[in-house]
């Protein structure tokens, strides 16, 4: 009995002498008066109040470093000042059997007892156990406060009301319902646990849960056996199968890890899915549990530790248990083929991928707003494109209805001439036919020279059949058509429009036509239309010009930018300087009845032919109209 006194087993200090039990009251005026007297000592000697915490485990623990991390960072924001902690690690998975717990107890108060320690943190059950009975050596009356220990850890000691926190619920039951839940086809319940003490009373913790099943599957327990063993009991499983464990510190051969390292060596090996009581096993390939995370607990008692810190009575502390909730690994269900709607509602699922969308949320919202709003730009432009289209085609059709009108315009004018030209062959064919007539009636009939004046009545029927086809050509509505074009013979096909109207109003009519010049590319009704619009304006303007100076010239040439080029030139008044940027306009006119229409109709077909118009008053006086058109071997552009 003696040697186990000395010695530190799991649950050795369930009947060691336990701290005494103080009335409330009490308890709180000493502890007041121990606040009091530490906050004093504190503002005396500018000596901060440190923490302590004493782990049941050893350092490498996940757990242990959660419980930590958690506490450092939470405590220190929450007190004025800073604050020291200090860790111990009992280290029980390795020395619990061979440690002297009063040697250790004398050891942290040499250690401690000058730092001013404000609180213990006493973090698993078997530190809770040692600090409950050596707390006092090692430093006298300061509240405790423990973490990840169990209701059922308290409830075996009497715990003086100076001892604070919030109790973890680490019984297996509701995590094995929610396995049998999730696989419900499983036949078989396979408990994997360890063989240190510690790993023991984990394992009758499990034994006790299974024996309150409802409708418990075939049990089989792996309590204690060498790893090799596990892994190959575990390889041997099926999906028909569930794997409970809470890891082990020490496996049958001695052999000493952590609880997660054993789980994930398990979970690699393992047929069958695998759960367990500690949100430390989540990643290592566990599907999950019913559990308390280990920084929510220590966020819980490093809230109390500061607190306390803050000179707060520990019974004015309210305390009580850590809510638990289902955690699962969103990779092992998918694994596993776990049916996601059978998870519980209100599950912490962990490791979910995030969806495609959910990933990239924002960059597919900004590019799906740049696709619609491309769409939407895309659909205006083609909606424009087609506005333009119609628009184009009404106003070509109208320009061409301009045109027209403009040719039937200009035949008007010319009207006179017309009559004239149309009149003349038709007098010399009634002429002709009196004469043939009489020569027809003498004795013997002349018919030699019926027969010749026959001939002059065909000729002149064909003259006057010519002028009426020419009017035809040019009064007709037709398209725009393109082909090689002798410039020099379009201007005498037009001129023979003008002539007779020329010398009846007393102008003279010259032509000066380049020899050998290379066709056009062009519409001869067209071109003939802009030189018939010049040279009516030519000799509007000549009008008043002195009766022997009304000369009309049309001249073609080879213009320097290698293009024909046909120029009207007039003796007329020329233009006046404030309105030559007009001239070209629609339905710009200088004259009673004009349009205005002439100068704009032909400056839309030249450059339609990919040529340019000009005017110039010539140096000599009258005006100088010229136009370019590309030869047929260049496209117009
Ligand atoms: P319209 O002949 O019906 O007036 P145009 O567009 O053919 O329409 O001509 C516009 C104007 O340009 C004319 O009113 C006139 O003032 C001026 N113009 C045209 N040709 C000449 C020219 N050879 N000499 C002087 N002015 C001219």
Not at 184 to 211: F, K, M, Q, W, Y
Not at 466 to 474: A, Q, T
Not at 589 to 601: A, D, E, F, R, Y
Request: hydrophobic fraction near 45%.
């Amino acid at each position: 009995m003696a040697a186990r006194r000395r010695t530190f087993p799991l649950d050795v200090y369930s009947d060691v002498r336990r701290r005494s039990v103080v009335p409330l009251a009490h308890a709180v005026l000493v502890v007041l008066f121990v606040g009091f007297a530490f906050g004093a000592h504190a503002a005396e000697t500018g000596t901060p109040k440190s923490v302590l915490i004493l782990f049941s485990n050893g350092r490498p623990l996940p757990g242990v470093v959660a419980i930590d991390n958690t506490l450092r960072r939470v405590v220190q924001p929450l007190v004025g000042y800073p604050v020291e902690m200090f860790d111990e690690f009992l280290d029980v998975e390795r020395f619990g059997n061979t440690m002297d717990p009063a040697k250790m107890a004398e050891f942290l108060n040499l250690k401690y007892r000058k730092l001013n320690i404000g609180v213990i943190v006493a973090a698993g059950p078997e530190a809770l156990r040692f600090a409950l009975a050596y707390g006092d050596s090692i430093v006298p009356d300061i509240p405790l406060v423990h973490v990840n220990v169990t209701r059922e850890d308290l409830s075996a000691a009497e715990i003086p009301p100076d001892v604070i926190g919030w109790t973890v619920d680490l019984d297996p039951t509701a995590t094995l319902d929610l396995a049998e839940r999730l696989h419900p086809h499983a036949t078989e319940l396979v408990i994997v646990t360890g063989a240190s003490g510690t790993d023991r009373a984990l394992e009758r913790r499990i034994r006790n849960a299974v024996a309150g099943l409802k409708n418990p599957p075939q049990v089989t327990f792996l309590a204690g056996l060498p790893t090799t063993e596990v892994l190959r009991r575990l390889r041997a499983l099926t999906k028909n199968a569930i794997v409970y464990t809470p890891g082990y510190y020490v496996d049958g051969s001695g052999h000493v890890s952590t609880p997660r390292q054993a789980v994930e060596q398990m979970a690699a090996a393992s047929g069958a899915p695998i759960y367990g009581p500690y949100d430390t096993f989540l990643g290592s390939g566990i599907v999950g549990g019913y559990m308390a995370t280990f920084e929510a607990q220590s966020k819980q008692a490093g809230e109390a530790v500061a607190a306390l810190l803050n000179g707060i009575a520990p019974a004015a502390i309210t305390h009580g248990s850590m809510p638990n909730t289902f955690m699962v690994d969103w990779r092992q269900v998918q694994r596993w083929g776990i049916d996601e709607s059978a998870l519980p509602a209100e599950a912490d699922i962990r490791f979910r991928e995030p969806s495609v969308l959910a990933r990239y949320r924002w960059q597919i919202i900004a590019i799906a707003a740049a696709l619609v709003l491309q769409s939407l730009l895309i659909a205006r432009l083609l909606i424009e494109r087609r506005r333009r289209r119609v628009a184009e085609i009404e106003s070509r059709q109208r320009y061409s209805e301009m045109a027209h009108m403009n040719r039937s315009v200009a035949l008007g004018e010319l009207s006179a001439s017309i009559a004239h030209e149309i009149n003349q062959p038709l007098g010399a064919i009634l002429n002709n036919a009196n004469a043939a007539e009489l020569l027809l009636k003498a004795s013997p009939p002349a018919l030699d020279e019926v027969a010749e004046i026959l001939g002059d009545i065909k000729r002149d029927d064909e003259r006057a059949g010519e002028v009426v086809k020419r009017i035809r050509g040019l009064l007709r509505k037709s398209s725009f058509e393109l082909k090689d074009v002798d410039l020099n013979e379009t201007v005498d096909e037009t001129l023979k429009f003008l002539v007779a109207d020329a010398s009846v109003k007393g102008f003279s009519v010259r032509t000066d036509l380049a020899r050998g010049l290379a066709p056009v590319r062009a519409d001869p009704i067209q071109i003939g239309q802009v030189i018939l619009n010049l040279a009516l304006n030519a000799m509007d303007a000549m009008v008043d010009a002195p009766v022997g100076g009304r000369t009309l010239v049309i001249r073609t040439a080879r213009a320097e930018t290698d293009c024909a080029e046909l120029s009207v030139i007039d003796s007329g008044l020329g233009i006046p300087p404030e309105t030559a940027d007009r001239i070209f306009d629609a339905f710009y006119s200088t004259k009673q009845h004009g349009m205005g229409l002439g100068l704009s109709i032909s400056r839309t077909i030249v450059e339609a032919h990919g040529g340019q118009i000009y005017a110039a008053n010539s140096p000599r006086g009258g005006a100088t109209f010229r136009f370019t058109l590309p030869f047929a071997g260049k496209s117009a552009t």
